[in-house]
């Protein structure tokens, strides 16, 4: 009896995670939907599927490519969002593992710090940022890879610390025994444990950096660099008029990148973000 109830209570759960899944994934499909209609028939029935008279081929596609210089901005964005990223895991993991393994007041109170950087609101910090930004020229994609780690580093500091609490400090004074150094130590010990975790945070800072629009907007050189999230604001026209399936197109192509990267990557998300959270 016990087992037929258990039985029916996965059915239902399976059945209810497949529907809100279906929900999730439904606002991408009607993106994609829209982006081969013309921009009349998107205004009238956003939800229908394109006909004979509202469909337009690959027109958006290149409308909108040639009107924001999709490519350009494409180089931008994936430039600023895997050296941020890199920068990122290499920073958050050392100190980490130094906060872990140092274990006195100064690594407490850093710790405590970056437990605090994930609870401030940006809106508190944002117009001392865009000044702090001009004044130091930092209004560079190169630059803006200091500002994301300023921002992203709290997150992946607080899952690091809770995976290196679990790796045994027995292994990394043998290597020491052995001769290793502490850089090699770290790289060659420690960061091939920390897999799973790394990537999962890699995964969670690429999405959130590839999709930002607000730090590109406000810190960068729109004259020089557009990221895909500002650029695509300039299909915007004058007195509110949009060009939505230009716009739906862009949108299309801006996420294919990091829906493919996340579904690579995707088993370890679980794994490195639990180890983390539980042994932290």
């Given at each position: 009896m016990n087992s037929n109830n258990t039985v029916k209570h996965s059915g239902f759960w399976s059945a209810f995670f497949a529907v809100l899944s279906l929900l999730w994934i439904f606002p991408i499909v009607l993106v994609f939907i829209n982006s081969?209609?013309?921009?009349?028939?998107?205004s009238e029935n956003a939800f229908s599927l394109p006909t004979s008279k509202s469909?337009?081929?690959l027109e958006n596609y290149t409308r909108g490519i040639e009107t924001t210089n999709l490519f350009t901005s494409f180089g931008w964005t994936f430039f600023i969002t895997v050296g941020a990223v890199t920068l990122i895991l290499l920073c958050t993991s050392m100190c980490a593992w130094w906060?872990?393994?140092?274990?006195?007041?100064?690594?407490?109170l850093l710790y405590t710090l970056f437990l605090f950087n994930m609870i401030v609101p940006f809106q508190m910090v944002m117009f001392t940022l865009s000044k702090f930004v001009d004044?130091?020229?930092?209004?560079?994609?190169w630059g803006l890879w200091f500002i994301y780690l300023g921002f992203g580093a709290g997150l992946a500091v607080?899952?690091?610390?809770?995976v290196i609490k679990g790796i045994p400090k027995s292994l990394e004074e043998s290597a020491m025994i052995d001769g290793a150094s502490v850089p090699r130590?770290?790289?060659?010990?420690?960061?091939?444990?920390?897999?799973?975790?790394?990537?999962?945070?890699?995964?969670?800072?690429?999405?959130?950096?590839w999709n930002d629009y607000l730090l590109p907007y406000l810190t960068l050189d729109i004259e020089k660099y557009k990221t895909i999230s500002v650029?695509?604001?300039?299909?915007?026209?004058?007195y509110g008029s949009i060009d939505m399936g230009s716009m739906m197109a862009c949108l299309v192509l801006a996420i294919i990148p990091i829906i493919i990267f996340y579904l690579a990557c995707q088993k370890y998300i679980v794994s490195g973000v639990m180890a983390g959270a539980v042994k932290g």
């Open positions: 081969f209609k013309q921009k009349a028939y998107i469909f337009v081929g906060i872990v393994r140092v274990d006195n007041w100064v690594a407490k004044m130091l020229k930092l209004n560079t994609p607080f899952i690091f610390t809770g130590t770290f790289f060659q010990i420690v960061v091939p444990i920390m897999k799973p975790s790394i990537i999962s945070v890699a995964i969670l800072e690429a999405m959130w950096i650029a695509v604001q300039y299909l915007k026209g004058g």
